[in-house]
């Protein structure tokens, strides 16, 4: 009896943790065609959000992904502390910014800018129910232990309480575009991955995941 209700306890912990845990979705993908669009580049990460610890990590994680695939990549927080991602620009900053990353050498870039934040409640019941009970065969069993226990109650088992558990879900709408320099303005946009992240516990591990996708996305089409 006990083991079975430590079996149902564990089933329901390890239930209200997945349900929890952060997911990952690809929400759309376009990507010009090519072998490795990026191959033979020299790339400079770049990942707009508020949170600097958050932008690091992310640029960092894409930048390490970037190296994996044989391609030449930098984090702009490591060489552009100037760009100031968070900071709106005229049109004279933008070409200033654009003429300074040319000049460095880069020609291809990769953008991430957070592109929607929303969250919601949400309540999870649990228990209200009898674990470990005799029922059909060791309750009815034959017809005389049967009839010798007719108006004895029903041996339900283990009562498990009743439990209810209101969590916030987040989600984050990450956007992904990448930039060849070396083509005509009109021309340099050559991919864009929108993902949607739920309920981020380590960003460390995210931004790896994130990274991976983004990458494989980007040089696998």
Request: proline residues 2%.
């Amino acid at each position: 009896m006990k083991n079975i209700l430590k079996s149902v306890i564990l089933l329901v912990a390890l239930t209200l943790i997945s349900s929890c845990s952060s997911t990952l979705t690809v929400l759309n993908s376009w990507t010009e065609k090519g072998d490795n669009i990026l191959s033979g580049k020299n790339v400079l990460v770049i990942t707009k959000v508020k949170d600097n610890g958050t932008r690091i990590q992310s640029e960092e994680s894409i930048t390490k992904q970037l190296l994996a695939s044989n391609i030449k990549a930098k984090s702009s927080f490591k060489m552009f502390s100037m760009l100031e991602p968070n900071k709106k620009l005229n049109k004279e900053e933008i070409e200033s910014a654009v003429k300074k990353i040319k000049e460095k050498g880069y020609n291809a870039i990769v953008l991430t800018t957070l592109k929607d934040f929303s969250k919601s409640q949400h309540t999870e019941q649990s228990g209200g129910y009898y674990a470990g009970g005799n029922y059909y065969g060791n309750y009815y069993g034959g017809f005389g232990s049967y009839y010798g226990r007719v108006y004895s109650s029903y041996d339900r088992g283990v009562y498990v309480p009743a439990e209810s558990k209101t969590y916030t879900s987040k989600k984050y709408t990450l956007e992904t575009v990448t930039y060849d320099l070396d083509l005509p303005e009109n021309k340099e946009l050559i991919s864009v991955i929108t993902i949607q992240i739920e309920d981020p516990e380590d960003i460390e591990k995210v931004a790896k995941k994130y990274a991976k996708t983004v990458v494989g996305k980007i040089i696998k089409n």
